[in-house]
């Protein structure tokens, strides 16, 4: 049962690893043994028990070993960035019913009214010991976390995903990966995005490294380069868009051994140059099914017609099935929708109301439908297609345009409003926001203020566009093409089109 639980597992390598590095800060490297005693200083002075603990720190081994601390205490922790839009905070830690957060002085205006334990006043111990105190209050379907998406009802959905879920996950890398005891992954991503997960517990409960740069890095690859070269990092696992950026590098880090991609399509242009120099990986899964549930070996591998890659085969103790509407095999070759069964799907999201995508079988089983379209290769990869409804990709996270047309239709001075994506020639994503205005006074600039109080940078439309009236198709339905037509093209890229009102 231990090898079920998150924390059993890592107190398991601080016993047998206790002086191996475990975290790599800039300035700072944390051992196993360093980071349990952080994260049972954290746990000691947690002030009062709770079923769900918001999480709100720069990265770094401070975040790592308040997961760690809420894990230990049989707790599910609630992450976000500091620079979250504060209303979208609000909700998911009011939603959650978190009874406190973990975060750093510096924050504690945008998180006023929560109760907060604040990092700075927990003593930092350092000593080394020999094994680990592995009391822990979890079980294996204790929920671990509680990881935030778009919902297409105008308000994030929360999808909980437990501690079997996270624990198989790490048997699944390790199986297809074969991760050693001198690996470093770099922690890249976000808290809120399950490639984070990936990053932290794959790596650290298999008992290799986990190296978290500076933000200034974040922004800049060369800087990301010589932090990579410097702790020698052998692992990354990022959006198609980082792939691509070391793509266009001269060289990269002779420390890297892997190179894993997922959260969208990976193009072949995208990896062409790594290929030689490096192990490439395309990865494929939803929120809702923990990290990934199908790997493609890249490597010798030829990209399809279209010039991306597949998505693989399922990983270790998970299944995906095409299916049809009705939930019946589709013949070889024919596009279904991808669903997945096995250890990785999750406990569904916190409303449990919005389940319906997550379908208990004969056998009692539990199958996601994921809504993404895709059909079987004859060699028996599976190759992704597209979404089967609205939801696009904005720079691998998923985001739904209706709930970000919700927010816009809230904010005054609106009268209609229309969310709208567009690919430009390399086939990502844009948003665009259509506006009729309210007769009188219109300020677009408070519009964009208001929407950036509950939507992620990353969801906020690209363009707005003024509009008299919603152009409209002869049965009633929006014109989307005159609409793109008047948003103009979306390689224009960060424009602001105001239009003529």
Same mark, same amino acid.
């Given at each position: ?92 830690? +009011? ?10 002085? +510096? ?49 994030? +959905? ?35 995005? #399950? ?30 380069? #010589? ?44 990896? #062409?140059?790594?290929?030689? *120099? ?53 013949? *070889? ?54 979404? +089967?409804?609205? *939801? ?110």
């Amino acid at each position: 049962m231990n090898e079920n639980i998150i924390y059993k597992r890592f107190a398991d390598v601080v016993s047998k690893k206790p002086g191996r590095p475990a975290v790599y800060q800039e300035d700072r490297t944390f051992t196993f043994s360093q980071l349990n005693e952080l994260t049972k200083s954290v746990a000691a002075a947690f002030p009062v028990k709770s079923e769900r603990i918001g999480i709100i720190t720069d990265h770094g081994a401070g975040m790592i070993a308040s997961m760690l601390a809420v894990l230990k205490a049989g707790s599910a922790y609630v992450p976000a960035e500091p620079d979250f839009p504060t209303e979208r905070i609000r909700f998911m830690m +009011k939603e959650s019913g978190v009874g406190f957060i973990i975060s750093q002085l +510096k924050y504690a205006d945008k998180l006023a009214g929560f109760p907060l334990l604040f990092l700075e006043n927990i003593e930092d111990h350092i000593e080394e010991t020999v094994s680990a105190d592995a009391s822990c209050e979890a079980r294996p379907e204790s929920p671990a976390y509680i990881l935030y998406t778009s919902g297409s009802t105008g308000v994030p +959905k929360g999808v909980v995903v437990t501690n079997r879920n996270v624990t198989g996950y790490a048997r699944a890398f390790d199986n297809e990966y074969h991760l050693k005891a001198d690996d470093i992954m770099l922690q890249y991503s976000v808290c809120s995005f #399950d490639i984070f997960v990936e990053e932290v517990f794959a790596s650290l409960l298999s008992g290799a490294a986990v190296a978290v740069p500076p933000e200034s890095a974040k922004t800049d690859v060369n800087l990301l380069m #010589d932090f990579v070269r410097e702790k020698g990092v052998t692992i990354i696992s990022g959006f198609p868009y980082l792939l691509m950026d070391l793509n266009a590098l001269d060289a990269i880090p002779e420390s890297l051994r892997l190179l894993i991609s997922g959260g969208d399509v990976l193009r072949a242009g995208y990896v #062409d140059r790594l290929l030689p *120099q490096v192990e490439v990986y395309n990865t494929y899964g939803p929120s809702e099914t923990t990290v990934c549930a199908t790997y493609f070996h890249c490597n010798g591998q030829q990209a399809l017609t279209d010039g991306t890659y597949p998505v693989g085969k399922p990983i270790l103790d998970v299944d995906v099935q095409i299916l049809d509407e009705n939930l019946n095999p589709v013949l *070889q070759g024919q596009i279904g929708e991808l669903c997945i069964s096995g250890g990785g799907v999750s406990d569904g999201y916190l409303d449990k109301s919005k389940n319906e995508m997550f379908v208990t079988r004969s056998d009692g089983t539990i199958m996601y439908r994921s809504g993404d379209l895709g059909r079987m290769l004859p060699d028996g990869n599976l190759a992704f297609l597209h979404r +089967k409804d609205s *939801q696009v990709m904005i720079l691998g996270k998923r985001v739904e345009p209706e709930e970000v047309e919700n927010v816009l239709c809230r904010c005054p001075g609106v009268k209609t409003g229309l969310v709208y994506p567009s690919p430009d020639s390399s086939g990502l994503s844009h948003l665009t926001a259509y506006i009729v205005p309210e007769e009188g006074a219109f300020s677009l600039e408070s519009v964009r203020k208001r929407m950036e109080a509950y939507l992620t940078p990353y969801m906020m439309p690209e363009r707005f566009v003024l509009l008299d009236s919603i152009p409209l198709t002869d049965n009633g339905k929006p014109d989307i093409k005159e609409l793109l037509e008047n948003g103009g093209s979306a390689d224009a890229g960060g424009t602001e089109n105001t239009g003529e009102v």
